[in-house]
């Protein structure tokens, strides 16, 4: 996805003005055009797509049961896997606190933090937002005005600050792959650019890059964990 004078494009296929909130044809069903909202079928099916300055931010949102389920059911994973390749900013929106949540099957808590954790130190922001639709909307658009702020503070709160440590250099989250050292992460880094890029890449993709067949396992394994 890109944007372009002023809207947002997929595959070159506008899909909305980019003052819009574009949401998929079932959420946030209560709220109209004329409220700023765009329903659509979205790319891949994201719940809500929205520009904040020159980043898209993709949304998934979840109530907390459903947090749950697709967790366990690792389809919350192939979401968050899609958002990092296509999006600038990946967020899962967790309608209403996640803890109160009373899923199907027994939770390991633990694991389910653990992986909060891990997603949030690829980029992905893991926010409780309120349950209503106009809650959502107007959460969003407190969102969009940090992420878009050129104060670094504001920035940094919303974990868009892209200036990094030097410990931090391109391509240093996936040297915390097993098997992947710094120069195969660099070989990475070289041929896809960004980590959504590596992470969002076919098998044949890693290949071609230079990496092995454990070495794609790994990146693999760590997607699915």
């Not at 931090?168 to 896809?192: C, E, Q, V, Y």
């Amino acid at each position: 996805m890109e944007i372009r004078d002023g809207c947002m494009y997929h595959d070159d296929k506008l899909l909305a003005k980019c003052d819009a909130l574009i949401a998929d044809s079932k959420e946030l069903s209560s709220l109209t055009e004329s409220q700023g909202v765009v329903h659509i079928s979205t790319p891949h099916r994201i719940d809500l797509l929205f520009c904040a300055g020159e980043k898209i931010v993709g949304v998934e949102c979840k109530k907390p049961e459903d947090f749950i389920n697709s967790w366990q059911g690792r389809r919350l994973a192939r979401q968050v896997k899609t958002m990092l390749a296509e999006c600038d900013v990946s967020v899962i929106a967790v309608k209403g606190v996640l803890s109160t949540a009373k899923p199907y099957r027994p939770v390991n808590w633990e694991r389910i933090w653990m992986e909060v954790v891990g997603w949030q130190m690829a980029g992905v922001l893991v926010l409780e937002v309120p349950e209503s639709d106009g809650g959502v909307l107007r959460y969003m658009a407190g969102l969009k005005q940090i992420i878009s702020s050129t104060n670094p503070s504001a920035r940094a709160l919303a974990g868009s600050d892209m200036r990094v440590s030097r410990e931090r250099r391109p391509g240093w989250l996936l040297r915390r792959i097993p098997t992947i050292g710094p120069a195969a992460s660099n070989k990475l880094m070289d041929n896809f650019n960004t980590v959504s890029n590596v992470l969002g890449a076919t098998d044949r993709q890693l290949h071609k890059a230079g990496l092995n067949r454990k070495q794609v396992a790994e990146i693999r394994k760590a997607l699915n964990e």
